[in-house]
């Protein structure tokens, strides 16, 4: 699947521009790989200072910010901004209102193993890759990362700058609020909304409804005291 600006139930708008990306840290690369063989992608940009961490990615160069209108101008490039999500992505959404003060369009990826149904919605400046599944009626708003294998369940609204980790499954009509982070392979009750800037730690099941700026911390894996012969012969025969 192309790069494009917006999709509303199945129809896929597509971007006539070129294309660059905002980032060059280890999520850049990392998102870089499902679509590096995308003719539109000219290049990279990142803030001044970090040029000098990754000046280029794969081929293709990395360029200071200072300078994007003056080697991509915006009447010519739309931007897909690739961060992680550094201070619960707000990173991210400074970034692309940033991008978007200089005139910038912005364009969201789906990775061509995405399973997409026939009815749903995905905003600009969204990224879902991996083998992710979309179930009807989801709804995907404005700067959202879908990670590899995650789950969307029919009818669940991702809002803006939130990012779903790999392997997190969101049952039917789940509300994820904005900026709010879920780690790896979380799995949210059916019916659950979670406030905004909530940060939710690998392994947890959420039931409840959260208020704004929540935690959910699942206990971690204990070391048992128990021979793994023996435990796996009680366990699994």
Same mark, same amino acid.
């Given at each position: 699947m192309p790069f494009f600006k917006k999709i509303t139930n199945g129809k896929l708008e597509e971007c006539t521009k070129k294309i660059i990306v905002f980032g060059n840290?280890?999520?850049t690369r990392t998102v870089y790989g499902y679509f590096f063989d995308e003719h539109k992608v000219e290049g990279f940009v990142v803030d001044d200072k970090?040029?000098?961490d990754q000046p280029s990615i794969g081929e293709l160069p990395v360029h200071p910010f $200072?300078? &994007?209108t003056e080697i991509y101008p915006p009447e010519q490039y739309s931007v897909l901004v690739a961060l992680g999500f550094k201070d619960l992505n707000q990173l991210r959404q400074k970034k692309s209102e940033e991008l978007s003060a200089l005139g910038y369009e912005f364009v $969201?990826? &789906?990775d061509r193993s995405v399973r997409v149904p026939c009815q749903y919605s995905i905003g600009s400046n969204s990224i879902v890759?991996?083998?992710a599944d979309i179930h009807e009626g989801v709804v995907i708003k404005e700067g959202v990362f879908v990670s590899s294998g995650a789950v969307l369940g029919h009818d669940s609204i991702l809002e803006n700058y939130s990012w779903i980790g790999s392997g997190a499954v969101l049952t039917g009509?789940?509300?994820i609020g904005d900026c709010t982070v879920l780690g790896m392979n979380v799995s949210i009750k059916q019916n659950s909304i979670l406030g905004h800037h909530t940060l939710v730690s690998?392994?947890?099941f959420v039931k409840v409804n959260t208020p704004?700026?929540?935690s959910i911390v699942s206990e971690a894996g204990k070391l048992v005291p128990i021979d793994s012969r023996r435990l796996h012969m009680f366990a699994y025969k």
């Amino acid at each position: 699947m192309p790069f494009f600006k917006k999709i509303t139930n199945g129809k896929l708008e597509e971007c006539t521009k070129k294309i660059i990306v905002f980032g060059n840290g280890g999520q850049t690369r990392t998102v870089y790989g499902y679509f590096f063989d995308e003719h539109k992608v000219e290049g990279f940009v990142v803030d001044d200072k970090y040029v000098s961490d990754q000046p280029s990615i794969g081929e293709l160069p990395v360029h200071p910010f $200072s300078k &994007i209108t003056e080697i991509y101008p915006p009447e010519q490039y739309s931007v897909l901004v690739a961060l992680g999500f550094k201070d619960l992505n707000q990173l991210r959404q400074k970034k692309s209102e940033e991008l978007s003060a200089l005139g910038y369009e912005f364009v $969201s990826f &789906i990775d061509r193993s995405v399973r997409v149904p026939c009815q749903y919605s995905i905003g600009s400046n969204s990224i879902v890759v991996g083998h992710a599944d979309i179930h009807e009626g989801v709804v995907i708003k404005e700067g959202v990362f879908v990670s590899s294998g995650a789950v969307l369940g029919h009818d669940s609204i991702l809002e803006n700058y939130s990012w779903i980790g790999s392997g997190a499954v969101l049952t039917g009509w789940v509300t994820i609020g904005d900026c709010t982070v879920l780690g790896m392979n979380v799995s949210i009750k059916q019916n659950s909304i979670l406030g905004h800037h909530t940060l939710v730690s690998p392994n947890s099941f959420v039931k409840v409804n959260t208020p704004p700026y929540s935690s959910i911390v699942s206990e971690a894996g204990k070391l048992v005291p128990i021979d793994s012969r023996r435990l796996h012969m009680f366990a699994y025969k």
